[in-house]
């Protein structure tokens, strides 16, 4: 479904950020991508959405080449959801509305407005559909942005660290929201995301990027105390709790 | 995705589509009331059936007709166009800027159009503007004004855009930009008005008090087309404002490109803001203020910010003019005396009462 070849990203002026990076991800998948701050993470999903232009490499949906699209285009086969969401005082129903942009003529036709109602039952949002969005809490505007992504109708769901900012409650609901509609639509979905637990409960696949390039991947029952040390320079314990499996850091290698 | 096929319209959803709807018909029928009693008021009170047959085009009491065709509706007409397209490029503004201060003032056009004309009248021996103000001294060459008023305008809109396209057009780049702008040609004016005699001093203070009352047929023309183009065009870019209203990144994964639309809608609001600063002089707080007052009342949607921005710009120049015309009646004052004096208590209202984009 998505396929991320050997991407080489840097800014002007500086070495690469990203450097020979690459990786696939099939239908009905779920992949966090991990890895310390300013590894490159956010970059990379930028990249994948072809808001940053790769010095070299590829990324393709289906088959088709993502930098040969029009913007259009790219957004009705990528849904984003950035990590900083800014709330006008618009309804949740016109919030999510925008999502059809791309697919919009001059008038929103019944079908638009059909497939928001959809979307807004589907992410548990009926009851809110026409509160203003300047007025919800931190996890009902994430489903809002996850509803706005849905209604775009994408083939590959991009998050930007969709948990952050979120209490345990909603960061469960959130991700357990996100898996269950990538399985439903047959979607696939790459999150960065900083909580190694959580990614490893929600996500079928994990990628760690150390020093811009892919340092392991796997699936989640494969990571083990030598990958995240080497990652992120904290000596853990990896733990299997009711079939889970837990990263904890044990502490030998603090000051304490 | 067919598991989005069959979602039920929430039934109150048809509602609040429907009384945003009203809201802007309204502001269009109020915008229809005033302009009939506009004309209709004056030294010489006209019926308003009178009015409404001139409108209509058909046969009028020839005692009448050359103070509705000649005088009134041309000066209502101006107020009209004026406050439309002043409010409806000072909401666009603020959406692509994403500044609750971005308008014309603040931007630096303004004080550029000020300057361009106290240049014209120093420099380029324009002479005196015209008005129907109490004092004004006859014209020796308006359309110099106007043109230096306008290129004024225009050279700090592509100054603004050609810093913005070599930083990266971002909002903060915009509006400084502006604010730097606005400080020198403040200066400048300054300078000219020091070494100014008597008559030019006068007519430099005089072009900056906006009057409406200086256009004629010809400039209600201009404007009209102006700011026809640019409401449409700022409407035809709704969901784009929309989407840039979520934040940058939101809006490019929603295929919108977002310099594109920043720089295009600072050209176009420019454009408008300058063919009426450089017809009618400075009138402020009416490309601030409406967009405000429209947000606090129907919320952010541009869907119908922009159409209601556009007509409540109208309906509050042209109520501020006929005002203007009356209150100190035979004296005329400049609407923008007036709107001054309306729109600042009325912005730090909005203030006090709580939320200003």
Known sequence: MLSVRDIQVGYNGSGLVLKNLGFSLEAGEVLAILGPNGVGKTTLLRCINAMIRPRAGSVTIEKTDVFSLRSDQIARRLGYVAQNNEAGRMTTFDAVLLGRKPHMGWKVSHEDLHKVSAALHQLGLDHLALRDINAMSGGELQKVCIARALVQEPRVLLLDEPTSSLDLKNQIEILGTVRRVVKEHRLAAVMTMHDLNLALRFVDRFVFIKQGEVFAWGRPEEINAEMVAAVYGVQVDILRHAGQVVVVPNGRDSDR | ?357
């Open chain 2, 1 to 357: 995705m067919s598991h989005l096929n069959h979602g039920h319209i929430p039934s109150g959803y048809t509602a609040y589509v429907g009384r945003k709807v009203s809201f802007v018909a309204g502001l269009a029928l109020l915008g229809a009331l005033l302009l009939v009693m506009a004309v209709s008021l004056g030294a010489v009170r006209v019926p308003a059936d009178q009015v409404v047959r001139a409108l209509a085009g058909l046969e009028t009491d020839p005692r009448f007709q050359i103070i509705i065709r000649s005088i009134r509706l041309p000066h209502a007409l101006a107020a009209l166009l004026a406050g439309a397209g002043l409010a409806a490029a000072g909401a666009a503004m603020q959406s692509i800027l994403r500044n609750p201060l971005g308008s014309p003032f603040t931007l630096g056009l303004s004080q550029a159009g000020a300057f361009g004309a106290a240049f014209a009248v120093m420099l380029l021996d324009a002479g005196t503007m015209q008005s129907t103000a109490v004092g004004a001294v006859t014209i020796a060459n308006p359309y110099l004004t106007t043109l230096a008023a306008f290129a004024a305008c225009m050279a700090t809109s592509l100054v603004i855009i050609a810093i913005a396209r070599l930083r990266g057009a971002t909002p903060e780049v915009m509006v400084l930009s502006g604010v730097a702008l606005g400080s020198l040609f403040s200066a400048g004016t300054m300078f000219l008005q020091y070494f100014a005699d008597d008559v030019q001093l006068a007519a430099m203070v005089f072009w900056t008090f906006g009057d409406v009352g200086r256009a004629g047929w010809r400039e209600v023309g201009f404007m009209a087309v102006a700011v026809a183009l640019g409401l449409a065009y700022f409407i035809a870019n709704r969901w784009n404002y929309n989407a840039i209203d979520a934040g940058d990144e939101t809006a490019r994964s929603l295929g919108v490109r977002v310099e594109r639309v920043r720089m295009l809608g600072m050209i176009v609001a420019s454009l408008i803001t300058a063919i009426i600063v450089s017809f009618l002089g400075v009138i402020g707080f009416v490309g601030l203020i409406c967009p405000h007052i429209v947000r606090r009342l129907i919320g952010d949607d541009h869907r119908f910010v922009m159409p209601a921005a556009g007509l409540s710009g109208a309906v509050l120049l042209l109520a501020s003019d006929t005002v203007a015309r009356l209150i100190l009646a035979p004296h005329v004052l400049p609407v923008a005396v007036l709107t001054a004096f309306l729109g600042a208590p009325t912005f730090l209202y909005l203030l006090i009462r709580g939320r200003v984009r």
